[in-house]
Nanobody
Framework: QLQFVESGGDLVQPGGSLGLSCVASGLTMDYYAIGWFRQAPGEEREGVSCISSSGYSTWYINSVKGRFTISRDDAKNTVYLQMNNLKPEDTGVYYC????????????????WGQGTQVTVSS
């Protein structure tokens, strides 16, 4: 399986920005689409954004379009999520995993959950 270690979560004020990173281990991620997922307190985990194996195609849920940007650096085995204009409803634990990019974004056959990184948006 393709496993990731996420980092970059923090407490940030509404309107602020945060950059998340996840580093792959186990397999090279070059050939796979990768997604960012989040789980808010008391809610189910949802796919937030996804990037194709080539990096040329990206997907976002409507609530983060125009605010979040996903990218990947295969040489560093790393996927990034830049989050701008953060809102309290963006609060949750963020995970990255091998994914099926679509609507909705789903965990892929090689995907597994890591520990995630906590993002809290609050004044």
């Amino acid at each position: 399986q393709l496993q990731f270690v996420e980092s970059g979560g923090d407490l940030v004020q509404p309107g602020g920005s945060l950059g998340l990173s996840c580093v792959a281990s186990g397999l090279t991620m070059d050939y796979y689409a990768i997604g960012w997922f989040r789980q808010a307190p008391g809610e189910e985990r949802e796919g937030v954004s996804c990037i194709s194996s080539s990096g040329y195609s990206t997907w976002y849920i409507n609530s983060v379009k125009g605010r979040f940007t996903i990218s990947r650096d295969d040489a560093k085995n790393t996927v990034y999520l830049q989050m701008n204009n953060l809102k309290p409803e963006d609060t949750g634990v963020y995970y990255c995993a091998q994914a099926d990019c679509g609507r909705p974004i789903r965990l892929g056959v090689l995907g597994s959950w890591g520990q995630g990184t906590q993002v809290t948006v609050s004044s």
